[in-house]
């Protein structure tokens, strides 16, 4: 069974940074696609990046050149760090997996987030003065 832990977020003022943490665990192929979304408060669930096995990595519009999506080499864990915070990036973030990936187009996103069946428990990120 896929499994994802989330760690890493906290409080932080503007301008600040956080890096999220999501250990996997349980995939049987050695192709995945790790995704980071977010949720805050009446709000729908929003992708935020995405990572394939091979490092390729994609970006929605809000965090791109603030935000980076990276995987330690070694294991299934992928990492999202978080620079210059602003308080919209105060949600819920969460990690979750593909269930069935076979290479190609691994993006956070409206449309792609029915792939992603495995889900964390999320991590809180608050950004405020």
């Known amino acids: 069974q896929v499994r994802l832990v989330e760690s890493g977020g906290g409080s932080v003022q503007p301008g600040g940074s956080l890096r999220l943490s999501c250990e996997v665990s349980?995939?049987?192929?050695?192709?995945?696609?790790i995704g980071w979304f977010r949720q805050s408060p009446g709000k729908g669930r929003q992708g935020v990046a995405a990572?394939?096995?091979?490092?390729?990595?994609t970006y929605a519009d809000p965090v791109k050149g603030r935000f980076a999506i990276s995987k330690d080499s070694t294991k299934v864990t992928v990492y999202l760090t978080m620079n210059n915070l602003k308080p919209e990036d105060t949600a819920m973030y969460y990690c979750?997996?593909?269930?069935?990936?076979?290479?190609?187009?691994?993006?956070?996103?409206?449309?792609?987030?029915?792939?992603?069946?495995?889900w964390g428990q999320g991590t809180q990120v608050t950004v405020s003065s």
């Open positions: 979750a997996g593909v269930a069935f990936y076979a290479g190609g187009y691994c993006y956070a996103g409206p449309r792609t987030l029915p792939d992603f069946l495995y």
């Open positions: 349980g995939y049987t192929s050695n192709k995945w696609c």
């Open positions: 990572i394939d096995d091979g490092g390729s990595a």
